[in-house]
């Protein structure tokens, strides 16, 4: 079972950006299946830290495309990546220490997190990459 499948509706249309955002969602995936098998909270941690790695190579080429492309919304959409590396370092120091929050809690909302910031931040300058893939200007 697929704890996150990839929809269509997710691409933006750059096969790049896909692909990093695919890998994300198989990220997630594994993390739920560590939690969901029981897993110790070492190997979870471990995944926890290659998303946070990965999230991070991700953010920057996206951020790099979106400046090249002229995106007029990239400070507030950079702003959106630094709360939630914030975010998920918070969660993931609070699960290793044993905490409020449950690894099942942090999956859903990483989950929440990537599917509305996709569909939502990430699908507004779908726009200005095809302009740029072009040649034209916005």
């Not at 905490?99 to 507004?124: M, Q, T």
Request: charged letters at 30%.
């Amino acid at each position: 079972m697929i704890f996150f499948p990839w929809k269509d509706e997710f691409s933006v249309g750059s096969r790049e950006m896909d692909a990093q955002h695919h890998m994300l969602v198989d990220i997630i995936n594994r993390l739920y299946c560590a939690m969901d098998q029981k897993k110790e909270k070492q190997n979870l941690n471990s995944i926890l830290d290659e998303l946070m790695k990965y999230a991070q190579t991700h953010f920057g080429s996206e951020e790099s495309l979106m400046d090249r492309s002229r995106y007029p919304n990239l400070l507030e959409h950079k702003a959106r990546h630094v709360g939630f590396s914030k975010d998920v370092l918070a969660r993931r120091a609070m699960l290793s220490d044993g905490k409020s929050v449950s690894a099942l809690e942090l999956v859903y909302w990483l989950k929440d997190w990537l599917s509305i910031h996709i569909l939502r931040e990430d699908k507004s300058y779908a726009p200005y990459l095809s302009a740029l893939d072009s040649g034209v200007r916005q």
